[in-house]
């Protein structure tokens, strides 16, 4: 895929996720979460190689986002228009050396701390061979400028 088919799919896609982690319908385990906001994704490839396909879903909505390949120790980053979090569960997929790779569902919570209206990221981070996972991080301007 060529940088504008890139650039595309990276604009595109993490729109996608976050709508489908705001769409399933509050319990009263996310009451706490329904104020915090997300404005985009990032993710990092911490690993001495590159990884290709990197992708984080929502199977409970069909939701996903996602990178073709993120260099050595590089991070690729979008912002998108706000949108309400509602912590669905969620996985990662990814090939290191062709060979796909995927975590276990799990559910990322925004800290006790924050505020209501507070501005997130989901930080998604491929740290060790065949180890990835996410968690919210605030969210931080230059850190989602596109690379």
């Avoid at 060979?99 to 559910?107: C, G, K, L, R, Y």
């Amino acid at each position: 895929m060529n940088r504008a088919g890139r650039f595309k799919v990276l604009c595109c896609l993490p729109a996608i996720l976050v709508q489908g982690c705001a769409s399933a319908p509050p319990d009263a385990r996310q009451s706490s979460v329904q104020s915090i906001v997300i404005s985009g994704v990032v993710i990092r490839n911490e690993l001495p190689y590159p990884v290709t396909d990197v992708m984080i879903e929502v199977p409970a909505t069909g939701g996903f986002a996602g990178c073709g390949t993120i260099l050595p120790r590089t991070a690729c980053s979008n912002a998108f228009q706000n949108v309400d979090y509602r912590a669905n569960a969620a996985l990662i997929r990814w090939k290191e050396h062709g060979q796909p790779q995927q975590s276990e569902e799990f559910t990322m919570q925004a800290p006790d701390s924050a505020l209501p209206g507070s501005e997130f990221v989901v930080e998604v981070i491929v740290f060790a061979p065949g180890q990835a996972g996410a968690r919210l991080a605030e969210a931080n301007p230059e850190v989602l400028r596109n690379r």
